[in-house]
């Protein structure tokens, strides 16, 4: 493969939310590619560490690869079958696709979902090698590594505990789909039913105040965001 094909093949567009910027910004913020990943204290709930790799393993390193957003579970199956097929277990050892557990409301109804942190990337950790960046790169699905130029960018120890912490939150994160200044319902308490404007959003304390015409006068109510749903 000459030079100008591989740098084509690493030319990727940046498109999707928030999020995004931030896996960029962290592989731009990242140490040289081959630095070392003490992956021993980083290994996600369910994943033993002889998969993530051992302390001291001086080439392995977490690279983060981007697809097209909602193709991440695809993107993961096909390279994990050609890291099967093409015996690469030696050098590509886990692909992580970050997500976080979200709590939302319809229809007045809870329902838990698996919401990707960061759409549009996956993670993946590998000792990198021609070899291995041609599996990884040629991978349907996947448009390019994240990195500088046409080098891959490893993901600094303390970059991926941030992105893991995500992952292992405690308590789901809960979906809010309204804004100031919007018509919602309440869905659940003494106020059941009930129409109002959404005056504030408290999202440390998971709180929203609603004006409700209650005996026609306009009066705050303080809700918790899964007792209110956009109208």
């Known amino acids: ?4 094909e591989k740098s084509s093949k690493d030319t990727f567009v940046s498109e999707g939310p928030e999020e995004e910027a931030e896996m960029q910004q962290l592989a731009s913020q990242s140490s040289v590619p081959d630095a070392p990943v003490q ?18 393993s001086e080439q392995r390193a977490w690279y983060v690869i981007h697809c097209y957003s909602g193709y991440e579970n695809k993107v993961r199956h096909n390279l994990e079958q050609r890291i099967e097929t093409m015996g ?4 590509i050892f886990d692909v992580v696709i970050p997500t976080q557990e979200e709590i939302e409301v319809k229809d007045g109804k809870r329902r838990t979902v698996e919401r990707h942190v960061f759409p549009g990337y996956v993670l993946v950790n590998m000792i990198l090698s021609e070899e291995s960046w041609y599996v990884v790169r040629n991978t349907p699905g ?29 308590a789901p994160h809960i979906k809010v789909s309204f804004k100031t200044g919007e018509r919602v319902r309440i869905v659940d308490g003494p106020f ?10 408290n999202m440390e304390r998971s709180k ?7 005996f026609g006068r306009e009066t705050p109510v303080e809700l918790d965001f899964l007792q209110v749903e956009k109208a």
């Open 1 to 4: 493969m000459d030079a100008q």
């Open 88 to 91: 690469m277990k030696d050098k």
């Open 208 to 214: 929203v105040r609603v004006m409700v015409n209650f």
């Open 142 to 170: 996947v448009t390019g590594f994240v990195g500088m130029g046409n080098t891959p960018t490893a993901l600094r120890p303390e970059e991926v505990s941030q992105i893991l912490k995500r992952m292992e939150a405690e």
């Open 192 to 201: 059941n039913d009930f129409r109002g404007t959404v005056a504030e959003i």
């Open 39 to 56: 992956t021993g204290d980083l290994a996600p709930a369910g994943t033993s560490t002889e998969t993530l790799g051992e302390p001291g």
